[in-house]
């Protein structure tokens, strides 16, 4: 019994420690670009957009409006940065490895102008990244979402954590995988006892 409990708490621990964690240039070299703009991630992945100069933003949009904002998506509100990095970076959750994510940059025409990006993209199809950076060359308009800043992800400054959960593809944290650990760790103590 105690062995079984001891097997469950190690496999428990790995399944939660295997998550990875992708880096999101945003604007680097004065460049209006995702680097990358195409991202894979699985199920308990994060991604964390870093901020270059001088503002810019992430928000999630759908396939068929790719600058404007997907009720209940992503928003990290504009992060600025007068020389090198942000302090303040935004990570995602993901939660659904099939559900892609567009996201696009919300500063003036940078969505436009090509700034924008997906989250696990389909392999085959027509929703492409090069089709969602076409329709945004084609937009009427670059809008910002009206949702409070750290929606969907969370915010973070250095170790200071600040954000709200989302109701979106992506949450602020994954509490399956706090739990997941929770659990682990006391099967893994009355193991020892």
């Not at 670009?33 to 199920?43: Q, R, S, W, Y």
């Not at 503002?55 to 998506?73: I, L, N, T, Y």
């Not at 492409?128 to 809008?143: I, Q, R, V, Y």
Request: contains cysteine.
């Amino acid at each position: 019994m105690r062995f079984s409990l001891f097997t469950a708490a190690t496999a428990a621990l790995a399944g939660s420690a295997a998550a990875v964690d992708h880096l999101v240039v945003v604007g680097n070299n004065s460049k209006l670009i995702f680097e990358p703009a195409n991202i894979t991630a699985a199920e308990g992945d994060t991604v964390t957009f870093k901020f270059w100069p001088k503002s810019h933003s992430v928000a999630q949009a759908a396939f068929a409006k790719p600058c404007e904002p997907m009720q209940d998506g992503f928003w990290s509100g504009f992060i600025p940065s007068e020389k090198g990095a942000a302090a303040t970076t935004f990570m995602v959750n993901i939660t659904n490895a099939s559900q892609p994510l567009w996201f696009y940059c919300s500063r003036a025409e940078h969505c436009q102008d090509g700034m924008v990006g997906v989250i696990n993209a389909p392999t085959s199809g027509q929703k492409t990244l090069a089709a969602f950076m076409k329709a945004a060359a084609n937009a009427t308009n670059n809008t910002s979402p009206v949702t409070t800043a750290g929606a969907g992800g969370m915010l973070m400054n250095g170790t200071t954590m600040n954000g709200t959960a989302g109701t979106g593809a992506a949450s602020m944290m994954s509490a399956s995988n706090y739990a997941l650990g929770t659990v682990a760790i006391g099967m893994l103590a009355s193991f020892m006892l």
